[in-house]
């Protein structure tokens, strides 16, 4: 099952590599259709990621374990990242 896996993964990464150097409509589909996925799943992974990252560190906060000081920071910080990111957007280069 790895060898399959591994083998859709490079397929795929080369497929869009051909996509950008060679013009050819189909491979061009392709590459921004596999593109499209790869952004979709990337922001799937992120929010679990996130998600996880919260619940757990809110977990060690309320039962008050050892340096849970630094779980409270690190959510802290992702609240006010996250909201400069909201106010100022992307293209912002403060």
Known sequence: MRIFTAAIAMASGLIVLLGYF???????QLRIMLTDWAIIIAAMAMLI???NLVFTQMDRIRGRQKNSVYGAL?????????G???VFGPENQV
Not at 22 to 28: A, D, G, K, R, V
Not at 74 to 82: D, E, G, P, Q, R
Request: charged share 5%; net charge negative.
């Open 22 to 28: 060679y013009p050819i409509e189909m491979l061009t």
């Open 49 to 51: 990621g996130i998600a």
């Open 74 to 82: 690190l959510v802290i910080s992702l609240v006010i990242t996250f």
């Open 84 to 86: 400069l990111g909201l």
